[in-house]
């Protein structure tokens, strides 16, 4: 709290408090009377102050509260005012973190969602402290978990500002908070001359690592507010942090569960874990997880939590629901146990479109895929594409994947042959591109060079995993006009010459030269690159996994083989899925638990398991400091002094004292 | 009244009077009331022998008689400020008081005194008996006020009572009506008005303002004046005061009936707000001044 005029105040004080207490020490004017004699009177009062030792207090009560009531009206005078976090007329970006860490409960029984939904709801309260609209005011609410929400745009409607802030629901998703950020961007920009946009952060700091550029914030000053008890560590979170299941490649029967616990703790935690298959426990193991490591791994990081590795074997040839929990009471439940659908056993089936290309026949047989299944164009367009894609796990399972066309396939090649219609499933171009709305190739301009290199490729991309393309020459290999939404993973010297475009949950994945006009067939990489991308395009890269399970925030594909009207999951939240074709996209999971249809889907798609399984979400340890984007700069809020009189509040407190003197006063002189 | 001429003012002693009158002393005399027998001796008044008795005992015998005498009845008012007090007025029911007990002890022939007193005796009028001095006795009686602090010297109620005993030997009944608003020592003070020739009776009237302030309106941040001497008392009175006030007063009363019990004086006390006929013909007949 600081003060406006505080030498007023002061003067005000030097001059009243004195000629207050002079006025006690002063006599009273007194009312003259007469009576016939004083002398009981002095002694009545002579006794009076005999026998009650405090009476000097008691007679000065009156002094007391009046002193208090001099001392509030002077500290009105002074006119206060109130350390906050936003003033009145500033233009407010409300930005709420409602991942699943948020659900953390601290030591007073409040989840941090709910403390961020108080301290938003503090900061919109100054805003209004000055009384009325002001130019250029206003606030907006964005909640963030694994997307962003906006829930309120920019309005100087405080109430619907206040509205938003409350209904702010609680997930279980990753944080990412680069997207609240770039939704506050265009805000910021439209921001100009001296005001500013005050972005407000309401965050435990837990953020998911993202790789994404840093994120400038031009007119926008960020003011992070640590939600939640920073010294949480005692309280602790026991996490289960990973969930798979494998089969063995020889016999599919034989599962391998694998879990992994994560103790936030700085005390070992020894708990008992529950394996179950279905609805029967398998087995339950006693585990004990050690305290979080003492040592952190990098200055300004955390130590990282102590961590324990579980194996569940069992025989199980069909599919399950298998769920792993703990029953150790911590602050976050989202994470104490963790589910997943038991897949049978599984092999890539792989279709290759081409009029004959040994390299990459070669390349598929030594990526080991055995259900490789060649059409002309001719052939291919021939063909029913609903008939083409692969319905679900069981019919591999029952057939064995001999290899006849009629069961589908995961993925398709193309060789330098475009489809008329775009595929449902998942494709690799060699060549050529798809008929994709603004997806094209232009060839190399005549007066450039016949031979280029490949400049730039995106390492971090898991198709590009171990691909080295620094050496490979490319005969004028053109350039992608790719689209907004598509993804650049290599450039020449012209521009693309790989993307990937993804449209209706179907992913493209296009090279847009010919591989028989550049070296890369003779490269190492070619083969790495085959290896990477017709795993992940057709098996979303899970060869071996035998385990289904979604993470929250993400979006289930669901393929249907009939035709329904609409989809929806219910269980820990209802979720609909929106119909792309013969594919569902199903609304990001808010909640982890286990989602259910009664629509006619495949079995596979029957039952969605919904998992946290996300160690930055379970730590329950608060970050002091919030990086923005990749910024290294560290964000802190701090209080800052704005001009939010108070002095009101203080005048009311004197017109309370006031009303209580009276009563003082009445109450010794009411007889 | 015919009530009051019914009353006589009551002696707890019995007293010698200076003349005969209508009162049984201790003094043997001519009255029709019998008393004792004794033997005749020589000069003997020959009326008052029992010839009966002669003739039964053969034996000359007196009989004697009670002596009926008048009484000395001395009634002292105080007119100290302090009386001008009260609603109804103290000074104003002391009077009518007095004028009642001087009323019925004139009409039994009693000797009468009046005396006023203040910071000492002012004012008397002494040797009143029979019917014909009473207007003199109201007249006496209205012409009295109370006196302002400034008309009054430095004295005390123990000097007042001094002068009254060495102007007033006479046995007899004293009746003091005073508010004893005194701050020396009343039991000094009384000393003077004890003796076996006298009986005192001492009326302590209070207004109803003095007993519960209350009621007076004093309430609040005050500057109170006594009436007497003009002492200042600067006093905010609160209800704890007021309490305390109501027990120092009524430890004062008893203070007063304490000390005049020890002197063998009787004490009243009585509030103005009594209607002043229960007061003569119920409260002064209750407790033996009256008869």
Request: aromatic letters at 6%.
């Amino acid at each position: 709290m600081g003060f406006i005029s505080p030498l007023v105040a002061a003067i005000a004080a030097g001059i009243t408090i004195p000629a207050l207490v002079s006025l006690y020490f002063l006599k009273l004017k007194r009312k003259r009377m007469v009576i016939p004699s004083t002398l009981l009177w002095q002694r009545a009062v002579q006794d009076l102050q005999v026998n009650a030792p405090f009476q000097k207090i008691k007679n000065n009560l009156l002094l007391w509260v009046q002193l208090l009531l001099l001392l509030l009206l002077l500290v009105a005078m002074a006119r206060p005012t109130q350390n906050a976090f936003a003033s009145p007329g500033e233009r407010v970006v409300i930005v709420i973190d409602h991942s699943a860490s948020m659900n953390t409960t601290d030591a007073d029984g409040e989840s941090r969602l709910e403390a961020a939904k108080e301290r938003a709801l503090e900061v919109v309260a100054n805003l209004d402290a000055g009384g009325g609209d002001q130019a250029g005011a206003g606030a907006m609410v964005i909640a963030y978990a694994h997307r962003t929400v906006v829930l309120q745009d920019f309005t100087t409607d405080l109430a619907r500002v206040r509205s938003a802030i409350r209904g702010v629901e609680a997930t279980d998703q990753k944080t990412h908070l680069d997207s609240a950020i770039a939704a506050v961007e265009p805000h910021a920009r439209q921001t100009g001359g001296d005001d500013k946009l005050y972005v407000h952060v309401f965050s435990d700091g837990r953020v998911s690592k993202s790789t994404d550029e840093p994120l400038a914030l031009a007119n926008a000053e960020v003011r992070y507010h640590s939600i939640g008890d920073s010294g949480a560590t005692s309280g602790s979170n026991l996490a289960i942090a990973a969930l798979s299941a494998r089969r063995d490649l020889e016999k599919p029967q034989l599962v391998q569960v694998y879990a992994r616990l994560a103790n936030y703790s700085d005390q070992a935690v020894t708990t008992n874990v529950r394996f179950m298959a279905d609805d029967r426990v398998l087995s339950t193991q006693r585990v004990t997880v050690p305290a979080v490591s003492k040592v952190a791994l990098a200055p300004g990081v955390l130590p990282p939590p102590g961590e324990t590795g579980l194996t569940f074997d069992m025989t199980w040839l069909g599919d399950a629901l298998i769920t792993i929990s703990h029953d150790h009471q911590d602050l976050l439940r989202a994470d104490n146990s963790a589910r997943m659908l038991l897949t049978p056993s599984r092999e890539l089936r792989v279709l290759m479109v081409t009029t004959g290309n040994g390299y990459l026949e070669l390349a598929c047989q030594s990526a080991g895929i055995e259900n490789l299944v060649q059409m002309t164009p001719d052939q291919f367009e021939k063909q029913d594409p609903k008939r083409l894609r692969r319905g679900g796990w069981d019919d591999a399972a029952i057939a064995g994947a001999s290899g006849a066309a009629g069961e589908g396939f995961d993925v398709i090649v193309f060789d330098r042959y475009a489809p008329k219609d775009v595929p449902l499933i998942n494709s690799l171009y060699f060549g050529v591109v798809p008929p994709l709305e603004g997806l094209s190739r232009k060839d190399t301009r005549p007066d450039s060079p016949a031979n280029e290199l490949i400049t730039q490729w995106d390492r971090s991309s898991e198709l590009l995993r171990n691909v080295e393309l620094s050496d490979i020459p490319l005969r004028r290999p053109g350039r992608l006009v790719v689209p907004v939404d598509g993804t650049v993973m290599a450039i020449g010297r012209e521009g693309p010459v790989m993307a990937e475009v993804t449209r209706d949950t179907v992913r493209h994945v296009v090279v847009g030269f010919d591989l028989y006009e550049s070296l890369w067939p003779h490269r190492i990489s070619f083969p790495v690159f085959i290896k990477n991308v017709l795993p992940t395009l057709g098996l979303d890269g899970n060869t071996q996994e035998a385990g289904i399970g979604y993470h929250t925030g993400e979006n289930a594909v669901v393929l249907v083989d009939t035709e329904i009207d609409a989809l929806k999951y219910t269980g820990p939240a209802t979720i609909a899925g929106r119909a792309l074709g013969t594919t569902f996209a199903v609304d990001a999971f808010p909640r982890v638990g286990l989602y259910e249809t009664k629509a006619d889907v495949p079995t596979r798609y029957k039952q969605l398991a919904v998992n946290l399984l996300d160690t930055a979400e379970s730590d329950p340890r608060v970050a002091e400091v919030l990086e923005i984007g990749t910024s290294s700069q560290a964000q802190q809020a701090q209080a800052v002094e704005v001009r939010k009189e108070i002095w009101p509040w203080f005048v009311w407190g004197a017109l309370a004292v006031l009303l209580m003197e009276w009563m003082v006063y009445a109450r010794r002189m009411h007889i | 009244m015919r009530q009051l001429d019914k009353l006589d003012v009551m002696s707890r002693k019995m007293l010698r009077g200076s003349q005969q009158g209508e009162r049984r002393t201790k003094k043997k005399g001519q009255s029709v009331e019998f008393a004792d027998y004794r033997s005749y001796v020589v000069g003997d008044d020959l009326r008052f022998i029992d010839w009966n008795l002669y003739m039964r005992l053969d034996k000359l015998f007196i009989r004697l008689f009670m002596e009926e005498e008048d009484l000395s009845v001395s009634i002292v008012l105080d007119v100290t400020g302090s009386m001008d007090y009260g609603e109804p007025n103290k000074l104003e029911y002391a009077k009518k008081l007095c004028a009642a007990l001087g009323y019925i002890s004139l009409t039994h022939h009693n000797r009468t005194s009046l005396y006023t007193m203040a910071d000492g005796l002012l004012e008397s009028s002494q040797g009143m008996r029979g019917r014909r001095p009473i207007p003199q006795m109201l007249e006496f009686l209205n012409r009295q006020q109370a006196l302002s602090p400034d008309a009054q010297r430095p004295g005390d109620m123990t000097s007042t009572f001094k002068s009254l005993a060495v102007q007033n030997q006479l046995p007899g009944v004293t009746i003091v009506v005073s508010d004893f608003w005194d701050k020396g020592d009343v039991s000094d003070a009384f000393r003077f008005l004890a003796g076996d020739k006298k009986d005192t009776y001492l009326i302590h009237l209070l207004s109803p303002q003095e007993v519960d302030p209350v009621k007076g309106k004093v309430v609040g941040d005050l500057r109170l004046t006594d009436l007497e001497d003009g002492d200042i008392a600067e006093v905010s009175v609160s209800p704890a005061l007021v309490k305390k006030y109501k027990a120092t007063l009524q430890a004062y009363c008893n203070h007063i009936k304490d000390q005049a019990h020890r002197r063998g004086l009787a004490y009243m006390i009585s509030e103005t707000d009594v209607p002043f006929e229960v007061m003569v013909l119920q409260y002064l007949r209750q407790r033996g001044l009256l008869a």
